[in-house]
């Protein structure tokens, strides 16, 4: 017997930036900059803002571009990331290049 599932169609989206946070810090791939804006927020710390925002916060995952860095999530919400990049000797605090992938979907879960 065949059941009737009632839900709505949940469309995935994937996001996949490149960040420099060397110098003046900016998404770097062309494409991938008419999905987010980019904010220094100080030394190792970045706040990725969607420009359309998922359902539901994402699934972050964060790769750093050197073995001499480690990546922490601060915050994630439906609109927005918070990243802090520290040095993986001294856990201080400092800039790098990252990649980053966020999935989520346009509709809530949720009923």
């Keep these: 017997m065949l059941r009737n599932i009632k839900s709505e169609q949940r469309s995935r989206r994937d996001i996949h930036l490149r960040v ?9 791939a ?6 987010a804006t980019l904010v220094d927020d100080g030394v190792g710390l970045y706040t990725i803002t969607l ?3 998922f359902a539901e916060p994402p699934v ?3 790769t750093v571009g050197t073995t001499l860095l480690f990546a922490g999530i601060v915050t994630v919400t439906a609109s927005a990331v918070q990243i802090q990049l520290r040095d993986t000797n001294t856990q201080a605090a400092t800039d790098g290049i990252f990649h980053i992938s966020l999935f989520g979907t346009h509709t809530t879960s949720r009923s």
């Design 51 to 53: 420009r359309v925002p």
């Design 20 to 28: 420099v946070g060397t110098g003046t810090a900016e998404i770097t």
């Design 30 to 35: 062309r494409m991938d900059q008419l999905h």
């Design 60 to 62: 972050v995952q964060i």
